[in-house]
């Protein structure tokens, strides 16, 4: 269903659920660039929700492996489901506060964060000792208040090439008189690599 190496995969192509968020296509597109995922990687995908980030990163890393993490059963269930639909065999799956169940994981080479609860200054700590040197963080970010969190965090850690991007999107819709754009809510992209 999804032959292509290049990231982008539609979002209409995801199964999804009404209370399970996704990361929007174009957003996507830019937090896998930003990444840097070369095949044999191990990525670590935190707050995985949809699965959408998991699935175009096990694409990008090959022979390479995926490990999503998510707090909510609904969000684990739809990216295992998700995980299924793309007959992907490099994603494994865990329920729980990242916070608690990064720990015991691999070294990664890079690492998505796409949700934290309140517990943002203690996992990026633990992503910073979970990343090999080289690694790349990349935290999309909506809260105005978690992007000043997130940033105040990794500028104290052992992070350089700190890179913020916002996102804002406007797609088109068709109407009676012809297209109009409507905008969607900024995203920020941090990025940074472990030194
Ligand atoms: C905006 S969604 C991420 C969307 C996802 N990147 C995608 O492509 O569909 C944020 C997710 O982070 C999860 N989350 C928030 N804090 C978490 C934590 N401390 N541990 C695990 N999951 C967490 C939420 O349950 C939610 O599913």
Redesign the pocket.
Known sequence: MWNYKTPGIPDEFFERTEN????KEEV?VVQISKARLCPGYTVY??????????IEAAIQVESGKVIA????PN?IELTKRNVEKFGLTNISLIL????E?IIELEQADAI?I????G?TED?VKICQDKLKSGGRIVI?V?LIETLYSVLQIIEKLKFNSIDLTQITISKSRKTSTGTMMLARNPVTVISATKV
């Open positions: 399970v968020p996704i990361t996507r995908d935190i707050g995985c929700g949809s699965g959408s980030i998991s993490i998510d707090y909510d969000a729980g506060n990242a916070k169940k998505f796409g949700g934290t609860g517990d996992i999309g909506i």
